[in-house]
Nanobody, 124 residues
């Protein structure tokens, strides 16, 4: 049974940092893109960043590039999202998701496996 379990969310002030974790289990994730998405109240789920599990190659949305870092620790089957210089507009529920594909997809509908989400709140 595939499981993705996020943790690390919280409430912080503008400019602070948080590190989210996503522990993956239940199968091999070779040939998967593992992505972070976020969803703010009343908005669609937004792709944030991704890593190609085989090599650790990283991909970012323009809204977080230069502030967020995504990386993996494969022996522990864990993906992280280091979030720096947080802004109120980063407030959302953050999800990790897995897509078995050789192409990076930024649409949530393409992802089969999802975690339960973790709340990040940034106040000014």
């Amino acid at each position: 049974q595939v499981q993705l379990v996020e943790s690390g969310g919280g409430s912080v002030r503008t400019g602070a940092s948080l590190r989210l974790s996503c522990v993956l289990s239940g199968r091999s994730f070779n040939n998967f893109y593992i992505s972070w998405f976020r969803q703010a109240p009343g908005k669609e789920r937004e792709w944030v960043a991704a890593v190609w599990w085989n090599t650790g190659s990283q991909y970012y949305s323009d809204s977080v590039k230069g502030r967020f870092i995504v990386f993996t620790e494969n022996p522990e089957n864990t993906m992280y999202l280091q979030m720096n210089s947080l802004k109120p507009e980063d407030t959302a529920v953050y999800f990790c998701a897995a897509d078995e594909s050789y192409n990076l997809h930024r649409n949530a509908d393409d992802y089969k496996y999802w975690g339960q989400g973790t709340q990040v709140t940034v106040s000014s």
